[in-house]
């Protein structure tokens, strides 16, 4: 009786990331995965049965990262759109470099095509629309998360190359100007 071949998702997404950041979107291939991941291109379609279903793989890692801070916070604070919120901007404070690098590569490289960029846009469909913005606490929560991102895409774009201190002084900032008075 042969052993049970086990397939490590977790390793086929990083293989499919390292494909995605080294070649570009367009080079991401079932078969390139495989030759990156070292297991045959069953294996990878054992796992994901399709290059639509792993690159969906990759988004959910990506939000599912951020999301798992931001839960912790939600549990402390209780369940409303602006912990979800602190615990976005929090979440951002603590990405180290190489996780911003990947998430913003990853954005760009599947941004081009709308089937992708829907996951995205749901995810932050779903934080703000909780937020009521006819109110001072909401409208500074959303900026709070409108600031948090942009200084992701600044990070992660290079365009302003910041310090692990500037970085925390940042989220220290938005937190104390837009979200202490956010508190529930």
Not at 75 to 81: C, F, L, P, R, S
Request: charged share 25%; hydrophobic share 45%.
């Amino acid at each position: 009786m042969g052993r049970r071949q086990t397939i490590d998702r977790g390793a086929l997404l990083d293989a499919a990331e390292r494909v995605a950041l080294r070649e570009g979107a367009g080079q991401l291939t079932m078969d390139a995965v495989a030759a990156e991941a070292g297991v045959s291109k069953g294996g990878v379609l054992y796992a994901f049965p399709s290059k639509d279903a792993l690159i969906d793989a990759m988004f959910t890692r990506v939000f599912a990262a951020f999301d798992a801070i931001a839960d912790a916070v939600v549990a402390k604070q209780g369940d409303t759109a602006e912990a979800r919120i602190r615990g976005h901007v929090l979440a951002s404070r603590d990405a180290d470099t190489l996780m911003t690098e990947r998430t913003i590569a990853l954005i760009v490289n599947f941004s081009r095509s709308p089937e992708y960029r829907a996951e995205a846009s749901a995810y932050y469909r779903g934080i703000l629309e909780r937020l009521d913005t006819t109110v001072p606490q909401g409208k500074k929560a959303r900026l709070a998360l409108l600031a948090c991102e942009g200084a992701l895409l600044l990070r992660g774009f290079e365009f302003h190359r910041m310090t692990a201190e500037e970085w925390q002084s940042i989220h220290a900032d938005i937190i104390e100007l837009l979200l202490d008075g956010a508190r529930p």
